[in-house]
Every structure is written in structure tokens, then in C-alpha cells.
């Protein structure tokens, strides 16, 4: 059984640097990649930040520059550094992590979400 446990988000001002965590307890051999999805509302939940397996990351246009995702594999973890803040940027952010192939684990494996408000 694995399980993504998000910290962080809430209200945040236009322009604020807030940090998302993400740790997964259970059977972490399961886990490939990790990384961050949001949906804001009335729109389709969109691939953010991801760290790949083999060390590559990969940002959406609408947030390079301004966020930085980083992973701990010692520890689990992933977080999600969000600077500059728009309100464009509100949404529920879910930590995300892929499944590593095998009738053992699942696809995808997903945190319950943390919004996150940006107010102008």
C-alpha cells in the first residue's frame, strides 16, 4: 500500500514564494517518477513539475522559470517551490507519482490535494 501525503498551500498573496511537500509512506519500491499536477477550477487537472526517474525534470511553459520541484530519494519526498505567484496560479495541486511496471504496484499513485489561493 503507498500513500502521497501533501503538505503546505493555503492563501497566498500575488507575488509569495510558498513550498508544497509531498511524502510517501508504504511500499516506496513502488514509486518511479514524482511530481505535481493542479486543477484549477473549471479546467482539466494539468501536468505542472516532474521529476523523472533517471533525473530529468520537466516544467509546464506556464510555470518555468518561476517554480522548482526537487525530489529526496532518501527521504521519499518530493516538494514543489512556487515563486512569483499569480493569480492564474490558483488552483488544487496534487502530488503525482508513477507506478513502477509490474503486477505488484499500481499505475499512478496520487496525494489528496492541497489548495493553494493566490490573491492579487
Known amino acids: 500500500q503507498v500513500q502521497l501525503m501533501e503538505s503546505g498551500g493555503g492563501l497566498v498573496q500575488a507575488g509569495g514564494s510558498p513550498t508544497l511537500s509531498c511524502i510517501v509512506s508504504g511500499d516506496s519500491t513502488c514509486i518511479s517518477g514524482m511530481g505535481w499536477y493542479r486543477e484549477a477550477l473549471g479546467k482539466q487537472r494539468e501536468l505542472v513539475a516532474f521529476n523523472f526517474r533517471g533525473g530529468s525534470t520537466y516544467y509546464a511553459d506556464s510555470v518555468k522559470g518561476r517554480f522548482t520541484t526537487s525530489r529526496d530519494n532518501a527521504k521519499n519526498a518530493v516538494s514543489l517551490q512556487m515563486n512569483s505567484l499569480k493569480p492564474e496560479d490558483t488552483a488544487v495541486y496534487y502530488c503525482?507519482?508513477?507506478?513502477?511496471?509490474?503486477?505488484?504496484?499500481?499505475?499512478?499513485?496520487w496525494g489528496q490535494g492541497a489548495q493553494v489561493t493566490v490573491s492579487s
Open positions: 503525482n507519482a508513477g507506478g513502477v511496471p509490474g503486477v505488484r504496484c499500481q499505475h499512478d499513485y
